[in-house]
DNA sequence: AGCTGACATGTAGCATGTTACATGTCAGTG
DNA sequence: CACTGACATGTAACATGCTACATGTCAGCT
């Protein structure tokens, strides 16, 4: 672990680690974990990795228990419509704004293109790198660096946990194809459009998780949550 | 500083130490300070000192510097832009459901009660913790936890370098003027006049924040700054 | 059996030792 | 005078020692 070129700091290594681990399934939600251990066995010692752990903490995917250890935080459909809900509030004005400045879209096209590549290649990290860049650049364009900021730690957030719609409820290629609306808006500086697409798709997204994790619960969609992803339909 | 009753760990009072410190002035931004001075003039050992300031920068209040030590990130104008910005897009929806839902009223008017009587006695952090409180209730109220703690580390990340228009811009019965119409829009169940009332306190309090720290560099405002805000004005 | 309390176990939280490195300084060189 | 590079200084980052405490366990008692 020691010494690997090109990573900045040992504790965001370990922070990059664990959240794989986590998307991984090698550490569960629910079980109690300690940083003793975790230090062994990513071969750096306790400080890098209760530093890690309190930033991800911070964050809300870990817990801390006093003296016991920490745990992985269970997520439950109600953060999937929050974090939906938020992103519709967020994404959709920062999407309007993109259309009437002046949208990257040279950059954006490239990120759609390697996307569809990716998608090809059925290669799913990559794809889910090109698509964070693609929605990053385009709220970047909304003129707001801490929206930018907040959006792509609520998509983290989800992304942590194995959350994904790809290749469950969509295929990569089909994700993909929901972003042509919004680039094709943004093209015609059409602002409505753009955040009708925006909507569309973060809304897709949403529901389809929600179904998901439902059913892996193998319970129904509880309606207040999926009113809550809607309610910020005509809120947007 | 060892064994203070009824707070949980050394590195929050630490966390709260550096807030006040940062407000008061007393921590200048722009300098560079060290963990070692800072743990010894606060009497504790280098580590909580360090968790604390870590939990800070990501927060992005301080930056740390390699071997160098850290600095007070400073603020600019546009810092406060795009946090009135994000303000309205997130706070305007949050009281329209609110008013759609129950808004919890009682609680509300305890909260502008209290608001008052500290207006009176010129109590401002005691003003200023029901503010807090008032605007806390509200969000909750909209139905999305994840928003209020969004919106409750804006509010923090402004106040905590003394950006506050109270008893500058605004009287601080003058601030508590600006939440009756949100309350009453509330207890009549006017969603739209609830978000209209919650935009024109968010938009003013913005605006004349902006006034303000332009003031104080003595440069004019900076016309993209008030149209950033402005722009959500009419997304939300 | 049900209860109680001493004790073993393992941990977060805190303190402190150690190391590599970014910068400022300043003598020596052209 | 300008420029270079060895060196001193101070620091973040990391490693490790120490302590109080929350919990599980289990013998001893009723």
Same mark, same amino acid.
């Given at each position: 672990m020691r010494q690997v070129l090109g990573a900045s700091s040992l504790a965001e290594q370990v922070t990059e680690a664990v959240r794989e681990a986590i998307r991984s399934g090698e550490l569960r939600a629910g079980e109690l974990y300690s940083v003793y251990q975790l230090a062994e066995r990513l071969n750096v010692s306790r400080t890098p990795v209760r530093e890690a752990l309190l930033g991800l903490a911070e964050t809300g995917l870990v817990r801390f228990e006093r003296n016991r250890g920490f745990r992985v935080v269970r997520r439950d459909p109600k953060d999937i419509a929050e974090v939906f809900h938020l992103r519709l509030l967020l994404e959709v004005p920062a999407a309007r704004l993109a259309a009437m400045n002046a949208a990257p879209l040279d950059g954006l096209r490239a990120e759609l293109a390697a996307m569809r590549t990716a998608a090809e290649d059925h290669d799913e990290p990559r794809f889910m790198s090109h698509d964070r860049a693609f929605h990053d650049l385009l709220l970047l364009a909304g003129g707001n660096a801490k929206l930018a900021g907040i959006v792509r730690g609520l998509r983290d957030a989800t992304i942590a946990?194995? &959350? /994904?719609? &790809?290749? %469950? /409820? %969509? /295929?990569l290629s089909d994700i993909a194809d929901e972003h042509e609306p919004i680039l094709a808006a943004l093209a015609a500086g059409d602002a409505d459009g753009a955040a009708a697409a925006v909507r569309a798709h973060a809304a897709h997204t949403g529901e389809l998780l929600l179904a998901q994790v439902a059913a892996e619960n193998g319970t129904p969609v509880d309606p207040a949550d999926a009113d809550l992803i809607r309610s910020a339909l005509f809120l947007s």
């Open positions: 946990l194995g &959350a /994904s719609t &790809a290749d %469950r /409820s %969509r /295929s």
